[in-house]
Nanobody
Framework: VQLVESGGGLVQAGGSLRLSCAVS?????????ITWFRQTPGKEREGVSC????????YYADSVKGRFTISRDYNKPMVYLQMNNLKPEDTALYYC????????????????????WGQGTQVTVSS
């Protein structure tokens, strides 16, 4: 089981980035949920957005609602995070995590619930 993030970089405030999470080693990708987390030094990892692959239900942290959009690719096992109107406080190392289970709105953000993680991709937003 492997998750690989890409798409991070340096962008000015107000700009956009699209992160990708490529998953492999899974069977029945449609049974999975994939979640984006982020972390800055000295702070706890926080949930950003989650998608249940089969139902396409999605969840977002309040801090990114209306600016970020999570989606899946229907041709290959990938999940994207489109980030618009980026702010300096969005600067962080972004991780994707996944498991073969359904996530609901009350627990999708629990770091301890995830077994499989990528290595992260850095997003830096300058003011």
């Amino acid at each position: 089981v492997q998750l690989v993030e890409s798409g991070g970089g340096l962008v000015q405030a107000g700009g956009s980035l699209r992160l990708s999470c490529a998953v492999s080693g899974f069977t029945f990708f449609d049974d999975y949920s994939i979640t984006w987390f982020r972390q800055t030094p000295g702070k706890e990892r926080e949930g950003v957005s989650c998608i249940n692959i089969s139902e396409r239900s999605t969840y977002y942290a309040d801090s990114v609602k209306g600016r970020f959009t999570i989606s899946r690719d229907y041709n290959k096992p990938m999940v994207y995070l489109q980030m618009n109107n980026l702010k300096p406080e969005d600067t962080a190392l972004y991780y994707c995590a996944g498991d073969r289970r359904y996530r609901d709105e009350t627990t999708w953000w629990l770091v301890s619930d995830y077994r499989h993680w990528g290595q992260g991709t850095q997003v830096t937003v300058s003011s």
